[in-house]
């Protein structure tokens, strides 16, 4: 308060200038360009020249042209399948490791920490590519693995399968991006006061008991914010597509997300053509904003229902 | 503390178990990709999974000697350091004068930072692209390091706000009756006081800069210009059969970060945890 009452001489344009060029690189770099890819939607136009106006042609396309919405549909109908099985794979193993490592006394906590996390240090590029080599048909470590195990019958093309790709895909992902949740809910987890187990401890409650009436509904707050960064993260996935399948997502559109569609649409242009209509393109990033949006303000209600002095999402990330 | 370890006395074997297990999930892939690359072809496909029986070194050579992957290192190595100093410099000046600015106007400009903390910048990809065309740095490496400089703001602003405003009023007082201007304090003392806070917001945007695939591949065609992710998916269409040479640079791309990973995991897991907020 003092320093302020001495620096009280500069008035707001002084030091409006410290804040000038950070906000001039986000406003022009960051909150310009998703406005305007808003606004670019209503229009359309050949190359990089998007100056006409449409209305709602974009978006009309993309719901009811044959073509266009099979391929939207798709893409769509897939990411909510990666998210489903990410929720159920990678933040259950990430809550189990959390318990486990969470444990007073639990030996080797470190080590298993660091080894968990590593996978999220590495560019998701490599890792898909990694991956694709352990899962392909030629040489792959997987199949291998399977034969000499009397099952190869099950040494199957995983990622040319439309049964297969995409789950196989999903499970790449999650083991890589499991160190999130992990230190999430350990984090969470820590913060609980040794004071509760204690009590529950005389009470003569057990591990489960413990768990499903302390632990669970404590750890609620931070279920929530997982659950919005995973489906942030997932409907904005890219790379790991890109990486073991292509960006047209094969075999047969099976493991299309809504990052690949976009990019085909808006930005390298679809298939035959290979040129962008990038007010279509801005029309599926609209969609896609708008389910994010959506998202991630039912999982604040939720959350703000369950437990009213929590801040919105952001505020328990720093967990 | 006796009694809570005995309740768990007996599910412990099948903790360590199944944390095992998947550790060597974890190590299995990177074990792959290292000790193939230092294999013959043909003694990956015997045997995928060994040490090589006979050392081949052609993978390494040919990055090193005749191959543009020096070079997109480079390129991803100017990057990440010209992309992480505007962010600590630009980021820690901002937040400095959100806390000090006292006005309505402060705190919108800080709440215009923030908001940008929950949105994907993915979603203006169209628009930066054309941004990029007419400021004619389409093609060029430098064409990220404004995205990213900007992607990183959120996150720095709403850390070093935090911090900047915990700093005792005491300790700036001193050197303002000394006559030290704003800005001297701002260098002199702010920036010294948020060293660790800085240290968080530099491991946070580090990750996903060097291992950023998606703004170079939109924004770069240009061979000379690539990073070196971006470099990585030439790999599969050249070198189809040629798997040294592509697990040796699936290697080396990773090594920079993990190497400073696991010299300081734990400052890592922190920043990226609190980090990942963003998504």
């Not at chain 1, 073509?67 to 399948?81: D, G, Q």
């Not at chain 2, 630009?90 to 903390?117: E, I, T």
């Not at chain 2, 040629?242 to 190497?259: E, F, G, H, M, Q």
């Amino acid at each position: 308060m003092i320093a302020r009452a001495g620096l009280r001489g500069r008035d707001g344009a002084f030091w409006f200038l410290f804040i000038l060029p950070a906000l001039a690189v986000y406003a022009a770099f960051m909150a310009a360009p998703v406005i305007d890819s808003l606004r670019m939607s209503f229009f359309s136009g050949s190359g990089y020249a998007v100056d006409n106006f449409v209305g709602f042609d974009n978006y009309v396309k993309l719901f009811t042209d044959p073509e266009t919405s099979t391929r939207f549909l798709k893409a769509f109908t897939n990411n909510w399948e990666f998210f489903g099985i990410t929720m159920l794979v990678q933040n259950t193993f990430g809550l189990a490791f959390a318990l486990i490592l969470s444990a007073k006394g639990f030996k080797g906590k470190g080590f298993f920490r660091t080894i968990i996390f590593v996978p999220v240090t590495l560019s998701v590029l490599v890792t898909g590519y990694i991956w694709k080599l352990i899962l392909n048909p030629q040489w792959g470590e997987l199949n291998i693995l399977l034969t000499k195990a009397g099952l190869g019958s099950l040494a199957l093309p995983w990622l040319g399968d439309t049964r297969f790709a995409l789950p196989a895909i999903t499970l790449v992902s999650a083991w890589q991006w499991v160190g999130l949740p992990t230190m999430m809910f350990l984090a969470g987890l820590e913060r609980i006061p040794e004071e509760l187990f204690e009590a529950a401890q005389i009470d003569g409650a057990g591990g489960w008991l413990t768990f499903s009436k302390i632990k669970l509904p404590l750890l609620l707050p931070v279920i929530g914010i997982v659950t919005v960064l995973t489906f942030v993260g997932n409907f904005n996935a890219f790379d790991v597509v890109y990486a073991m399948e292509g960006a047209n997502g094969p075999p047969a559109y099976a493991t299309d997300l809504m990052g690949t569609f976009f990019y085909r649409t808006g930005i390298a242009g679809q298939h035959p053509v290979g040129i962008p209509d990038m007010g279509l393109g801005a029309a599926v990033a609209a969609v896609t904003f708008a389910v994010l949006f959506a998202g991630v303000l039912l999982a604040n209600r939720l959350m703000n229902k369950d437990e009213a002095e929590r801040g919105p999402a952001m505020d328990g990330g720093r967990a | 503390m006796s009694g809570v370890s005995k309740i768990h006395d007996r599910s412990k074997p099948f903790k360590y178990l199944l944390l095992s297990l998947w550790s060597l999930l974890v190590l299995f892939p990177l074990w792959t990709m290292l000790v193939n690359s230092f294999k013959f072809k043909n003694d990956i496909y015997l045997d995928p999974f060994g040490l090589p029986v006979k050392i081949n070194f052609a993978g390494y050579q040919t990055v090193f000697q005749n191959s543009p992957f020096p070079r997109y290192f480079l390129n991803s190595l100017g990057v990440t350091i010209a992309s992480l100093a505007l962010i600590l410099f630009l980021g820690s000046l901002a937040a400095y004068g959100c806390v000090r600015w006292r006005s309505r106007f402060s705190k919108w400009v800080y709440l215009f930072f923030v908001a940008g903390l929950t949105v994907p910048i993915k979603i203006g990809s169209i628009d930066l692209l054309r941004i990029m065309i007419s400021l004619g740095l389409l093609n060029r490496t430098a064409s990220v390091v404004p995205v990213y400089v900007a992607m990183g703001m959120p996150i720095a602003v709403f850390t070093l706000y935090e911090f900047i405003k915990g700093i005792p009023a005491e300790l700036t007082e001193a050197a303002l009756i000394d006559g030290a201007g704003p800005f001297k304090i701002y260098w002199s003392i702010i920036v010294r006081l948020i060293r660790p806070a800085l240290a968080t917001v530099a491991i946070f945007n580090l990750v996903p800069i060097w291992n950023d695939l998606w703004f170079p591949l939109i924004f770069i065609r240009d061979d000379s210009q690539r990073t070196l992710i971006l470099g990585v998916t030439r790999l599969f269409g050249e070198y189809q059969t040629d798997w040294s040479k592509i697990l040796a640079v699936l290697s080396l791309s990773c090594l920079p970060v993990i190497a400073i990973y696991l010299g300081m995991a734990k400052q890592f897991i922190a920043g990226l945890t609190a980090g990942a907020v963003k998504g």
